[in-house]
């Protein structure tokens, strides 16, 4: 839909699209720290073995529970507002995560990655972000230059926990988290630089009722597309570096894997942007889903670190293609004082079907192992392919039509 409110001049797109890319790293990395390490620090702490990946898990509830908040937030003070509660919540996850490994406290530990999975929250909404005072022409470039940034978060992440996760013996990964909340601080400075257009009366009286909204089937498909490429996503990556582990793989080597998957989710987005305007944001989602499926395919070819290692790669740039495919689908479904309310509620379905992933990917390990865990994917994947599939042929229709 076409957007009414004023284009920023190209200086100030430019800065902010800038900042949201590094922020977007330094973020990122934050998150890495809690993908690669959450299960086996929960592995450490939990009284049961069952429970070694609920703190990822909850990390997944933290950002389904924040979305519709961060929204809120950011249509009533501002998205800085926002951005920068985000990243003081950041900081919390860095000094709980290490206050818990020091102290030996399980639950302590899973309150940190709640507010790590606010901050992811808050994270997320920043390609949405780079789309503010941008034409909308212009705005799946914008949106996929911003999460270009995770890249570094990549590179970053793993190695950050490589590097420290030994320096505060013998409390593993304590000082891992010391330096996480450091580079969150880092982020909010950032941040304090970038000059978004205010929430207008409008967007503030919040204009069709959601319900309204969310039954268009091109709503309904971009949720689908987005959650499914999302919780998959998840699925796996949560249950990968423990898998890893007990085959008989290195943290070394798990980490060195979730570098690569990181760096393949986005490194993409320098060109996703141009396939999206080129193809259509409904094919690069069906396009990321079968990438994933794919993932799923050479990971139950065997328990080699290649095998993990080319699973996690595939996945990530399934992730990339399918969740920013989606994320765009999502641009073309509201009107300009909409933005914020359809963009959170988007997000909430994400989070929240990603979390029931999250939680059952941890038991489907533990009871049945890492092959069931690959099998289960195809079955959410299989509907999100028909669901985009059938409002892509629905829309082709109303167009001849």
Not at 61 to 71: D, I, S
Request: charged share 10%; aromatic share 10%.
């Amino acid at each position: 839909m076409g957007d009414l409110s004023a284009v920023l001049p190209e200086k100030v797109q430019s800065s902010n699209i800038w900042r949201l890319s590094v922020a977007q790293a330094l973020a990122g990395a934050n998150s890495v720290v809690v993908y690669a390490t959450g299960a086996i620090v929960g592995n450490m702490l939990a009284p049961t073995p069952m429970l070694a990946t609920l703190p990822v898990s909850i990390f997944v509830v933290g950002m389904a529970a924040c979305t519709l908040p961060v929204g809120a937030i950011a249509r009533r003070f501002g998205r800085r507002t926002a951005f920068l509660a985000g990243t003081g919540a950041g900081v919390l996850t860095g000094l709980l995560a290490m206050l818990a490994i020091i102290q030996g406290w399980f639950w302590l530990f899973c309150l940190a990655t709640f507010f790590g999975g606010s901050y992811a929250a808050v994270v997320l909404s920043f390609r949405f972000a780079a789309a503010d005072g941008v034409a909308p022409a212009r705005r799946p470039r914008a949106l996929s230059l911003v999460m270009a940034g995770g890249v570094a978060a990549g590179v970053v992440g793993p190695q950050l926990v490589t590097w420290t996760m030994d320096l505060w013996p013998p409390h593993m990964f304590a000082a891992t988290f010391l330096v996480q909340a450091a580079v969150a601080a880092v982020s909010a400075l950032i941040l304090l630089g970038v000059h978004l257009p205010m929430p207008t009366a409008q967007e503030i009286a919040g204009g069709r009722p959601l319900a309204e909204i969310a039954r268009q089937p091109r709503f309904v498909a971009a949720a689908i597309g987005g959650a499914v490429s999302y919780l998959l996503m998840n699925f796996l990556m949560t249950s990968a570096p423990l898998a890893m582990r007990i085959c008989g793989h290195s943290q070394e080597s798990a980490n060195l894997g979730l570098q690569w998957h990181v760096i393949a989710m986005y490194a993409p987005s320098f060109f996703t942007g141009h396939l999206i305007a080129r193809f259509g944001a409904g094919r690069m989602a069906i396009v990321g889903l079968l990438l994933t499926g794919l993932s799923a395919a050479v990971g139950l070819g065997g328990i080699d670190v290649a095998h993990f290692w080319a699973t996690l790669v595939l996945l990530g740039l399934g992730w990339n293609f399918g969740f920013l495919g989606a994320s765009a689908l999502v641009l073309e479904c509201h009107r300009p004082e909409e933005r914020t309310r359809v963009q959170s509620l988007n997000d909430f379905i994400v989070f929240g079907l990603m979390a029931i992933g999250s939680f059952l990917s941890g038991s489907l390990l533990s009871a049945y192992g890492w092959n069931a865990v690959l099998w289960v994917s195809f079955v959410p994947l299989v509907l999100a392919v028909v669901a985009l599939a059938a409002a892509m042929a629905r829309s082709a229709a109303q167009a001849r039509a």
